[in-house]
């Protein structure tokens, strides 16, 4: 089973259309936590090695950037939250081509200050062994390689009662969507007031409705849903789009979606068939 679990690499997927919506809505949860002074941990339940080259074989093999990262390259018509996003992107590269992307914790690191703290885990053997070797010396960062969900849970709360915690799973199982609710309803038992996002891709509508329906159900408020797809929802295209859920999403958050969702499904749709789903699932 273990060997099941340890197939994905983020590798092949980097900077697609998926992992645009994902550090948008990271890149402004991050900057709006940002304007408070008092210092805030980020938790990255399944972190990945941090770097990705759209060089590598892997890239290479799926081109997945050509309808995610690559058509926000250079663009000066970007709305604010995008324009945030790319300028972390830019930073990774530090050139002026577009040769590298900067996964989560990358971005991550790149915005937080020192006063700051992250916890990443990682259980892929092969991408924590890459994931220690981009951030080693960085006494910011403590790293495990190990469950993230179970790390969620024994770090809540965080010692500066304010949080950004990222779930971003493989689904490489059918049950961690279930898994990944469950977790959820138990870390905000124990830290209520922490923001939460929940990355999820659509491979299966009926699937994505039971876990908003067991969210929905669980008593906690302020839930948001955020999602970006490339056309309507197939079941014989794999995953064409893919969401954000948030708990307790700052104020800014939907204002800033409505103002770049809509422009994503435009120019990375295929054939002017993107959409976008923008919606409050629990009110506050």
Request: hydrophobic fraction near 40%; glycine fraction near 6%.
């Amino acid at each position: 089973m273990e060997s099941f679990l340890l197939s994905y690499r983020h590798s092949f997927h980097a900077g697609n259309f998926a992992d645009v919506l994902k550090h948008i809505v990271s890149t402004s949860i991050i900057d709006y936590m940002l304007k408070k002074e008092k210092a805030f941990c980020y938790l990255d339940t399944h972190a990945g090695c941090g770097a990705y080259s759209f060089q590598s074989p892997e890239a290479l093999k799926t081109k997945e950037f050509n309808n995610g990262i690559f058509p926000l390259w250079g663009r000066s018509d970007l709305p604010v939250p995008v324009a945030r996003y790319m300028e972390q992107v830019v930073e990774f590269n530090a050139q002026s081509q577009l040769k590298h992307y900067p996964g989560s914790p990358s971005i991550a690191v790149q915005m937080l200050r020192d006063i700051d703290r992250l916890f990443l885990f990682e259980l892929h053997p092969n991408e924590f062994i890459n994931m220690c070797a981009n951030f080693s010396g960085n006494r910011q960062i403590k790293m495990a390689k190990s469950d993230g969900l179970q790390g969620l849970i024994a770090n809540m709360p965080p010692k500066a009662r304010r949080g950004f915690i990222l779930i971003d799973p493989s689904y490489e199982i059918k049950t961690e969507y279930h898994q990944v609710v469950e977790t959820l309803i138990q870390a905000h038992k124990r830290f209520a007031t922490g923001t939460y996002a929940l990355w999820y891709p659509v491979v299966n509508r009926m699937t994505i409705d039971k876990m908003e329906k067991a969210l929905k159900a669980s008593g906690i408020k302020n839930i948001q849903l955020f999602e970006l797809g490339l056309q309507e929802d197939s079941d014989q295209m794999g995953m064409t789009s893919s969401g954000m859920i948030v708990i307790n999403p700052p104020w800014t958050l939907k204002k800033e979606m409505q103002a770049s969702l809509p422009f994503l499904a435009k120019l990375l749709g295929f054939d002017n068939q993107g959409f976008y789903r923008i919606e409050t699932l629990v009110a506050e």
